[in-house]
């Protein structure tokens, strides 16, 4: 009897794209649910990102929840899927569990932030505003700018960090991020306001303490008020896929064996 593979959607977060997983989808695969033949993981990416980089970003993250639901479609997944979605991806996961709960069977929300729950200095960290406006205002290379979200993004060490920082500059130069589209990402982040009660069927919300960009009191604020399980990092950024991938999938593990 063949067995239909379970279907995970990744999601990333602000002017990221499917690329930025690195090889996390393949560790995520086989070790979650059973194994690679077990596990189907598909990378979405939001528009104005990625491979849709010549889009312009929607100004609200229903739009680009939307889009996802769209992009399923048209590759013929069927529904319900799991999602794990980081920063704006997981507000993204939100909404469309809003839309449609029956389309998300279970979903994992990592290092994110919303409205009502958070504060704006927990949702954006002070100390990156500097750098963030002079991104936004200047002419920085793509090296430069990955650069500094290296920085803002990751506490890792040990890594071959300047292999990854050219991966990532080429993804940039490859399909780079308008300042218009960063800005409407930015604006649909900041503007968007999750339900009060919790919208998903099942959720694990991921979050590092030591998370320079958002404040990890976030997923715990989101937890408390949904009543939904929350694991804390020790050390990782907000990249937390990126600094400590193993952990993340162990979560995972324990946690879908213990729900059954």
Do not use: K
Not at 62 to 80: K, N
């Amino acid at each position: 009897m063949t067995t239909t593979p379970a279907t995970w959607v990744l999601l990333r977060g602000l002017t990221r794209e499917a690329r930025h997983w690195g090889t996390f989808p393949q560790t995520f695969a086989a070790s979650v649910a059973g194994g690679a033949d077990a596990t189907r993981v598909i990378a979405l990416d939001l528009p104005g990102n990625g491979a849709l980089h010549g889009l312009r970003s929607p100004t609200s993250v229903p739009a680009m929840a939307a889009h996802c639901r769209a992009e399923l479609r048209r590759l013929g997944i069927a529904m319900p899927v799991n999602v794990l979605a980081m920063s704006l991806g997981a507000m993204v996961a939100t909404e469309w569990a809003v839309a449609a709960p029956d389309e998300i069977a279970a979903a994992v929300l990592i290092n994110t932030s919303m409205r009502p729950f958070n504060p704006w200095h927990h949702r954006l960290r002070p100390a990156n505003y500097g750098t963030l406006l002079r991104l936004a205002l200047g002419r920085p290379r793509p090296l430069e700018i990955e650069s500094a979200v290296l920085r803002m993004t990751s506490n890792a060490t040990g890594r071959d960090v300047q292999t990854l920082l050219q991966e990532w500059a080429a993804h940039r130069a490859d399909a780079p991020v308008s300042t218009s589209n960063a800005l409407r990402q930015l604006w649909a982040a900041a503007r968007f306001s999750a339900p009060p009660m919790n919208p998903f069927r099942r959720l694990l919300l991921l979050a590092s303490t030591a998370d320079r960009l958002v404040d990890a009191r976030c997923s715990a604020q989101i937890a408390r008020h949904w009543s939904c399980d929350a694991v804390m990092h020790a050390w990782a950024g907000h990249d937390l896929p990126l600094d400590d991938p193993t952990w993340v999938a162990q979560q995972l593990r324990d946690w879908l064996a213990l729900r059954g």
